[in-house]
Each structure stands twice: as C-alpha cells, then as structure tokens.
C-alpha cells in the first residue's frame, strides 16, 4: 500500500514540477523584461527543478518495483545518483547566492547596478561545474547494480543491514558495498559545505533583509513625516518589499523542508539501522519532500513576482492571438472562389 501510495505521489510531482517550471522557464526565455539577476538565477533554478522531476520516476521505481533487480542498465543508475546529487548542490548554491545579493541589492543599491547580467551567468556556469565535481563525479564513481543480498557487512565499522521485507528491500541500483565508508565521510563535509551552512545563511541573511527593510521604512517615515505617510510611491515601494520578502521566504522555507530531512536520512541510514521498513518510510518520505518542494519552487516565484505573471498573461496572449489569425488564414485559403463566367449549354 504504501509503495503503490508514493509511487502514484511522485509520478503526480513529477508531471506537475515538468510542467511548472517548463512554464517558467519559458517565460523567462521568451519575455525581453525578465533578463534582471535574478531572472537568470530563477531560470537556472527552474532547469535544475526540471532535471529532478524528470528522473525522480526512476527512483521511485529504484526503490519499488527495481529493488530486487534493476533493469535499466548500470549507466542509468550512476546516472540518476549523480543527476540527483548534482541538481542538489546547484539548487543549494543558488539560492544562497540568491539571498545574498538580494541583502546586497536592498543595503548597497548604488554598487548593486554594476552587478550585471554577465556577472549572473558566470556565477551560474561555476555553481553548475563546482556541484557536477562535488557532487555528480563522486556518486558516478562510487554506486552501480549489484544483487540483493541478505546482508551486508563492513568489516571496519560493523555496518550490516539484516533480511529485508517485502516493502522495504535494500535497492539493488545503490552504493557499492567497497564504498559505503567514503560515503560516510563524504556526506559530513559535503552536507555541511552544500546544506547546513547555506541554510544558516539563508536564514540569517532572510532575517538581516527583513530587519533592513523595516528600519528603512522608519527612516523614510521620520523623513517625509508621519501625517502625509504613506503617500503613494511609498504604497508602491512597500507592494515591492513585501514581493522581495516573501519570496525569499517562501524560497529558503521550501529548502529547508525539501533538502534537510534528506540529509538526516543519509546520516540515519549510514548508521547500525535493523529496522528496514522504518528506513524504506524515512527515505521514500524524505525524497518525497524535497520533490513537492522543487515542484511547487516555481508557483512561488509566481505568487510574488507581479511581473512574472504579467508576462506570462502577455507570452500566451500573443500566442493565442497568433494561432487564431494563423486558422482565419487557413480557412481562407480554403475557400472556393466563385467563377465569373458561366457557360449555358444550347439545346
């Protein structure tokens, strides 16, 4: 019951985060007004989210119906890891640099326009190369197919995993057993480096953007003085901080929720664990979070970019506009013209 419920539940994510940030990403493509910093930095996310919808079927099917025996050959299972690993640590990266400069664009606004577009899509290609080295060439190396067994044991460490039930097998496309001691280790330093310390600055550098907003609104409010505030630009400006916030709210909170229960499952399943079935419910849980919230990454760019969503109006308006002249065409074009001389047959 509970494979059949998270199979249904991430084929159902993974049609829904293909479509959504498809969406996005051709909004952001095709509109000249979305070529901002943040833009490219939301496009890059959006490719990243779309990545991970697309195999996340697999490892559903990984941990269901292929964990006696996978059959979609060794290059598809080091592929779906380091895919899996490498949109994550791009994802990490990005939206740490996302709240960075957003602190940087609200305390130093002057120096901020020199950061152009260029400087975004530099940024952009390192995270994609840095977290492909980090995270996509280790996991490559170190998973593969091997058989079901109904132990393993590492020596060193007395790590060993008893008969799996039915529900919960041990996934046949996982780490080679050689390897798991590496993996321990590599989870410390890469979690920490892609996932506990980004997370601290994303909530630091969240609340530092709220706390800089707030006094600045004192300052303008003591500026303009307090019977003629809040005029109009200040009504707007306020609509736009509020934008600013809440979307990077939403951002780090739906981080948060989707990469860091991942992390601790890694630690928890690295460790001496004689309950399978609580580490198939763990795990399955877990990625099943950080897909809901790559899928639904998109609708919050949406709910709090005004202008995102007035050009995705504008793009499909044009391309309704568009079809519906180019059928008045065609249908024209099909029409008999009438002819212009008879011909009557004498009798």
């Known amino acids: ?30 509109s000249e007004k979305l070529r901002s910093v943040f833009h490219l930095l939301i496009a890059s996310l959006c490719f990243s989210d779309f990545i991970s919808a697309t195999i996340s079927p697999l490892f559903a099917y990984r941990r269901y119906m292929g964990a006696k025996e996978w059959k979609l050959g060794v290059a598809t299972c080091k592929l779906i890891w380091g895919l ?18 957003r602190l940087f ?15 975004a899509k530099t940024f952009i290609f390192i995270a994609w190369i840095v977290a ?32 799996p039930t039915e529900a919960s097998e041990w996934p046949s496309c996982t780490l080679t ?3 798991l001691q590496h993996f321990r280790l590599y989870i410390i330093a890469a979690y920490s480096t892609f996932y506990y310390m980004p997370t601290v600055t994303m909530i630091v550098t969240t609340y530092s953007i709220s706390w800089k907003i707030k006094k600045q609104r004192i300052a303008r409010r003591k500026l303009v003085g307090y019977r003629t505030f809040p005029n109009k630009p200040e009504i707007k400006r306020r609509r736009k901080e509020y934008e600013i916030t809440a979307q ?3 951002i780090v909170g739906s981080f948060i929720v989707g990469y860091v229960p991942r992390a601790v499952y890694h630690h928890f399943t690295m460790k001496i664990n004689d309950d399978l079935n609580t580490d198939w419910l763990f795990g399955m849980a877990a990625y099943t979070c950080m897909r809901l919230c790559e899928s639904l990454n998109p609708i919050f760019y949406y709910l709090c970019s005004r202008k995102m969503r007035l050009e995705t109006l504008r793009i499909f308006s044009e391309a309704s506009y568009r079809e519906a002249i180019g059928k008045t065409r065609n249908i024209s074009l099909h029409v008999v013209k009438p002819r212009g001389n008879t011909q009557t047959v004498e009798s």
């Open 105 to 119: 664009s609200i305390c130093r606004p002057q120096t901020f326009v020199r950061f152009t577009a260029g400087h």
């Open 1 to 30: 019951m509970f494979q059949i419920s998270f199979a249904i539940i991430i084929g159902v994510l993974a049609v829904f985060g293909i479509a959504t940030n498809c969406l996005a990403l051709v909004t952001i493509w095709k």
């Open 132 to 163: 492909g080295l980090c995270g996509c060439l280790p996991l490559v190396y170190w998973t593969g197919v091997t058989q079901n067994k109904t132990t393993a044991v590492l020596d060193n460490e007395n790590w060993c995993r008893n008969k």
């Open 84 to 101: 899996d690993f490498w949109t994550s640590y791009v994802t990490s990266m990005h939206i740490t640099f996302f709240a960075l400069i």
């Open 248 to 250: 990077l709210m939403f």
């Open 177 to 179: 057993l050689p390897c």
